[in-house]
């Protein structure tokens, strides 16, 4: 199969020097591998390619190669079937998804540029590697700290926890999420204020359950195993650690898909540590008893809003599973009267592009009381 280079750029999440894939403006992507001893090539992945998986055509050179139609922008994990067994691309750089190093194509977005580097001050990234008490195991989160952070030593910052989705790690707001790059250029453009960002590993205990369990279950376990954690651990270390403003009032609590459910359990159940929650893409799988569900708290709506600074929700237009259960947890909420705010990315699925689009419009609500 030709492929007109001059008309397509070789994707920037490719490992160094690497052709494919590449990325056409229609935003077609396409892919190739060699593999001459294979008998079959196909490429697999999340929602945002398409409904694959796409056939690859080999070769006299036994190169294969499939494009795909015309695909969402942003962030989408993949991988190559090889004769049925699922391998990674030589070609990409490798992301943690799907519980495992998994490839990744970058789609740029025309016209957008809200998660790119610019000529901006840039924060940190740091690696904070710590000893858990609770998990008995050495831990690393990864914590953004603001343009000045380390020159202004007399400025507290507020503090935002961010958290990642089921089959990810603490790398993922960054490497896929680019959430850094997001905050740099927002507060450059003093859009959003300077702020601490910890990101640290959802999983805090090993999710023992029977066979055949459905899959929300090792969900819930693992929301509730992380409870205890933030609260009596996190929390308290990286006040320590870090200059940051230690009340209630400047901490937000977020994250997407399992990270949501989290910032809603753990925030819900604790106003006295966070002031907001941020639920991206992240719902109760059940329906909510409204007298008991988390711990109680919107049994009383007026106190509640008095107490709750920003409870905000987002999903992507095409992901109708979580649509459907936002939606219906809004129903819940507007019943009770409980204050709450709702953003919408339009076009995008369970994805990457939904959470960036959600952090960028999430940050600037933070903290400005």
Not at 144 to 150: A, E, F, S
Not at 283 to 305: H, I, K, R, Y
């Amino acid at each position: 199969m030709d492929i007109e280079m001059s008309e397509t750029v070789a994707a920037v999440s490719n490992v160094r020097d690497a052709e494919f894939p590449r990325i056409h403006a229609d935003l077609r992507v396409t892919f190739r591998v060699k593999a001459p001893t294979a008998q079959s090539v196909q490429v697999a992945g999340g929602d945002g390619l398409g409904p694959g998986p796409f056939v690859m055509v080999r070769d006299e050179e036994g190169v294969w190669t499939a494009t795909t139609p015309p695909v969402v922008p942003g962030f989408h994990y993949y991988w190559l079937e090889v004769d049925g067994v699922a391998v990674n691309d030589p070609s990409s750089q490798t992301y943690m998804g799907y519980g495992r190093p998994t490839s990744g194509v970058e789609v740029p977005e025309p016209g957008v540029d809200y998660y790119d580097a610019q000529d901006v001050p840039h924060g940190e990234v740091r690696s904070h590697w710590y000893f858990s008490r609770l998990t008995g195991k050495w831990r690393q989160a990864t914590v953004y700290t603001p343009p000045g952070y380390d020159e202004r030593i007399e400025v507290r910052y507020p503090v935002l926890y961010l958290q990642h989705g089921a089959g990810e790690d603490e790398t993922g707001w960054v490497r896929q999420g680019r959430a850094n790059l997001i905050l740099d250029n927002l507060i450059a453009a003093g859009k959003a204020l300077p702020m601490v960002v910890v990101m640290d590993c959802g999983y805090t205990a090993p999710i023992k359950l029977p066979p055949g369990a459905p899959f929300s279950q090792a969900i819930q376990k693992s929301i509730e195993s992380f409870e205890a954690f933030v609260i009596s651990e996190l929390v308290p270390m990286i006040d320590a650690a870090y200059r940051t403003v230690a009340d209630r009032e400047h901490r937000a609590l977020a994250g997407l898909s399992m990270g949501g459910m989290q910032a809603l359990h753990v925030g819900l159940r604790h106003l006295d540590t966070f002031a907001t929650i941020g639920a991206f893409s992240g719902v109760p799988f059940e329906e909510l008893d409204p007298q008991t569900a988390f711990g109680g708290v919107f049994s009383d709506p007026e106190a509640f809003n008095r107490k709750v600074r920003l409870l905000w929700l987002s999903n992507g237009t095409a992901e109708t599973r979580f649509v459907e259960r936002v939606q219906r947890f809004r129903e819940i909420l507007g019943r009770l009267g409980i204050t709450h705010e709702v953003y919408e990315s339009p076009g995008t699925a369970h994805e990457w592009q939904t959470w960036r689009r959600s952090l960028h419009v999430f940050a600037p609500r933070l903290f400005r009381w």
